[in-house]
């Protein structure tokens, strides 16, 4: 069993800057993928940022060139620096983890950007 963990979430204005944190912790082998997704209310959740199984990192145009996805494999977390926040980033946003047939998520985190 694979628990993610989020945080560092919160309130920021516009043009601010939040890192979020994803701890993952239990049995975490073959990761064929890991990032973030969000999801603002009355929308579907939408992709953020991932490292596909090969390493590369994709991320939607919406966040290209404001928000950084890294990881640090020796604590087992993921981040997401988001720079240039803006009020449509308003959303919470879930970490997720795919490995052996299997997707995980964490509980979310509020990220709310005032205009």
């Known amino acids: 069993q694979v628990q993610l963990v989020e945080s560092g979430g919160g309130l920021v204005q516009a043009g601010g800057s939040l890192r979020l944190s994803c701890a993952a912790s239990?049995?975490?082998?073959?990761?064929?993928?890991m990032g973030w997704y969000r999801q603002a209310p009355g929308n579907q959740r939408d992709l953020v940022a991932h490292y596909s199984g090969d390493g590369n990192t994709n991320y939607a145009d919406s966040v290209k060139g404001r928000f950084t996805i890294s990881r640090d494999n020796a604590k087992n977390t993921l981040y997401l620096q988001m720079n240039s926040l803006k009020p449509e980033d308003t959303a919470v946003y879930y970490c997720?983890?795919?490995?052996?047939?299997?997707?995980?998520w964490g509980q979310g985190t509020q990220v709310t950007v005032s205009s």
């Open positions: 239990g049995s975490i082998f073959s990761i064929n993928a």
């Open positions: 997720f983890l795919s490995s052996m047939g299997r997707n995980y």
